[in-house]
């Protein structure tokens, strides 16, 4: 069975940093691509991240440019996101959702991100 | 980059009626897109990818159309377990791959 589980959510001052992970298993990690979504709350979901198989193509989202880094571990099994400069509107969910090149086939249950003071 | 539109922004029908959704895409996007569900405190779900085809273990009342700028997904029988918020999302040119704002589906 697929599974992707994030972790690292919590809350975090402006200005602040925090690094999310997703845990895959159930299939091998290597061979997809994924990607980081996430959803603040009441609004639509919101396209973050994007990262090949060996992470060797990378995309972000204008919003998270410069301040957002994807990363992935295939040894590990783990995806990451390492999220600097954080202001309020980071504020959301944030789900790793695996890509099979045609769409997100499956997703974790999501990591929540409060960005306050 | 490609703006994706959806309407009606709401949908309230009752149980056994049929839903068609609609999609629209600020340029082509081909067939390469496709159409989410999420519930509630959940993660979106894939329904449909490229255009018409059914994601592994959807059921055969979903259904999707479409090509170019204008996409229709049709629920042909409501279900109570339907109601959600359904978003279409392309992959014809990337990056981004935006989201549409979505459409929320009410069971009555």
């Known amino acids: 069975e697929v599974q992707l589980v994030e972790s690292g959510g919590g809350l975090v001052q402006p200005g602040g940093s925090l690094r999310l992970s997703c845990a895959a298993s159930?299939?091998?990690?290597?061979?997809?691509?994924m990607n980081w979504v996430r959803q603040a709350p009441g609004k639509r979901l919101e396209w973050v991240s994007y990262?090949?198989?060996?992470?060797?193509?990378?995309y972000y989202a204008d919003s998270v440019k410069g301040r957002f880094t994807i990363s992935r571990d295939n040894a590990k099994n783990s995806l990451y996101l390492q999220m600097n400069s954080l202001r309020a509107e980071d504020t959301a969910v944030y789900y790793c959702?695996?890509?099979?090149?045609?769409?997100?086939?499956?997703w974790g249950q999501g990591a929540l991100v409060t960005v306050s003071s | 980059e490609i703006v994706l539109t959806q309407s009606p922004a709401t949908l309230s029908l009752s149980p056994g009626e049929r839903a068609t959704l609609s999609c629209r895409a600020s340029?082509?996007?081909?067939?390469?897109l496709a159409w989410y569900q999420q519930k509630p405190g959940q993660a979106p779900r894939l329904l449909i990818y490229?255009?018409?085809n059914r994601a592994t273990g959807i059921p055969a009342r979903f259904s999707g159309s479409g090509s170019g700028t204008d996409f229709t997904l049709t629920i042909s029988s409501l279900e109570p377990e339907d109601s959600a918020i359904y978003y279409c999302?392309?992959?014809?040119?990337?990056?981004?791959?935006?989201f549409g704002p979505g459409t929320k589906v009410d069971i009555k």
């Open positions: 959702g695996r890509w099979d090149g045609k769409g997100g086939d499956h």
């Open positions: 159930g299939f091998t990690f290597s061979s997809y691509e």
């Open positions: 990262i090949s198989s060996s992470g060797s193509t990378i």
């Open positions: 340029q082509s996007v081909s067939s390469y």
């Open positions: 490229d255009a018409s």
């Open positions: 999302q392309q992959r014809s040119n990337w990056p981004p791959i935006p």
